[in-house]
T-cell receptor
């Protein structure tokens, strides 16, 4: 089992560009969670998705951020018109149905906006 | 809003000594408390967790205690080793389920050889 796979590991974008972060859950897992970690801070919940459904997006900024988890393929966190404040590490985690507790994080995508 | 406070922010101990990290939470509905270890530039790794119906849990050199009445939970590492050096985060589940966590701000533990 390859674990939760995230790519790219590092992403550099200029202000105003779009950033797409991908997350492939562990085999057999159909629930995905995205967190953001600013430098020297803890992780902050962004969104919880199941296949083709957004279950809880209470941590997502109202504008420019969106997430999806299609029937086929990885989950995508999309940030439009990036700003310097979006620079952070974005971590994805996954779990099987009914087992939200104790999920495992992927290695993260470190987004730098220049 | 709900929050988790974590102390201390930095902790230095001599190899072989014990380390204790403390957290308090505010959401009375929290019922799951994981602890994560994060090495520099790496992903957070779950090291131990505890549910609200248990007061203490131990796994080799690591133990966690929970006081639901006081809304306190603590991580105890005994016989510390240099490889224990990392940032440790406590977390508490938020709301009625266990899928959403609120994290503390982290403790940077340094074990001195």
């Amino acid at each position: 089992n390859a674990g939760v796979m995230q790519n790219p590991r590092h992403l550099v974008r200029r202000r105003g560009q779009e950033a797409r972060l991908r997350c492939s859950p562990m085999k057999g897992h159909s629930h995905v969670y995205w967190y953001r970690q600013l430098p020297e801070e803890g992780l902050k919940f962004m969104v919880y998705l199941q296949k083709e459904n957004i279950i809880d997006e209470s941590g997502m900024p109202k504008e420019r951020f969106s997430a999806e988890f299609p029937k086929e393929g990885p989950s995508i966190l999309r940030i439009q018109q990036v700003v310097r404040g979006d620079s952070a590490a974005y971590f994805c985690a996954s779990s099987p149905p009914g087992q939200g507790a104790g999920y495992t994080f992927g290695s993260g995508t470190r987004l730098t906006v220049v | 809003g709900e929050n988790v406070e974590q102390h201390p922010s930095t902790l230095s101990v001599q190899e072989g000594d014990s380390a204790v990290i403390k957290c308090t939470y505010s959401d009375s509905a929290s019922n799951y408390f994981p602890w994560y270890k994060q090495e520099l530039g790496k992903r957070p790794q779950l090291i131990i967790d505890i549910r609200s119906n248990v007061g203490e849990k131990k796994d080799q050199r690591i133990a966690v205690t929970l006081n639901k009445t006081a809304k306190h939970f603590s991580l105890h590492i005994t016989e510390t080793q240099p490889e224990d050096s990392a940032v440790y985060f406590c977390a508490a589940s938020l709301g009625p389920g266990t899928y959403k966590y609120i994290f503390g701000t982290g403790t940077r533990l340094k074990v001195l050889a």
